[in-house]
């Protein structure tokens, strides 16, 4: 039996299908995400394809959902679901996560990916925007628990995310211990508006 026939038996998932398609984008671009040369890749034919999407659209929607829904959305859910944190350490916890390691470098790059790609395109533009206005939110409502004013908050939090898609930006060219040593200044920036919730 061939391969070809051994790979369509197999069935691929509908995880399959966005893996590859994900691991195209990141390799060459958005443009090279096509049914026709993902299903040569695979050794399946483009009936297998639309067993799990209806279109090229939904499939390249689905690449955006999951990026957004591991990248951001299962990061925050990992945070905030420790309740041995406060919010003072979950900021923390998210100004510390390692800067080198494999699973770092590749959301990098799929960030970076996926952002060129959204200044072409509108759909994933707004996909974008939305992850954009949900880490913010996010670090401004820990910001606010741990005692900062809204207004402060709001604007701690844009400064913070600026940042870390700065250093995603030049890591490589970044010491560890430039890296380290920014953190620590955006922790003790956050911390120095925090209010005394002990004062009377």
């Known amino acids: 039996m061939s391969e070809a026939k051994k790979t369509t038996r197999k069935r691929l ?25 993902l299903a040569e890749s695979m050794s399946v034919s483009r009936g297998s394809f639309y067993w799990h ?10 690449i ?8 951001t959305r299962g990061l925050m859910n990992r945070i905030s679901k420790d ?23 590749d959301a990098s790059e799929l960030e970076l990916a996926v952002r060129a790609w959204a200044r072409r395109d509108p759909v994933a533009r707004h996909i ?28 701690q939090a844009i400064t913070a995310y600026a940042y870390s898609l700065g250093e995603s930006l030049l890591r490589e060219n970044m010491t560890d211990a430039q890296i380290d040593a920014c953190r620590s200044r955006l922790i003790q920036m956050q911390a120095a508006t925090f209010a005394d919730k002990n004062a009377s």
């Open 53 to 62: 999407f209806k279109n090229h659209a939904e499939l390249l929607e689905a």
């Open 83 to 105: 309740r041995r944190l406060s919010a003072a350490d979950q900021l923390a916890k998210l100004r510390t996560l390692p800067p080198r390691s494999k699973a770092t470098k």
């Open 64 to 71: 955006l959902i999951r990026w957004r829904e591991t990248q």
């Open 128 to 155: 974008v925007e939305g992850v954009d206005r949900e880490r913010i939110d996010f670090t401004t409502s820990l910001l606010v628990e741990a005692g900062t004013a809204a207004d402060e908050a709001q604007y």
């Open 13 to 37: 998932t509908r995880d399959d299908w966005i893996q590859a398609a994900t691991q195209r984008l990141l390799a060459q671009g958005v443009e090279a995400v096509r049914i026709e040369s």
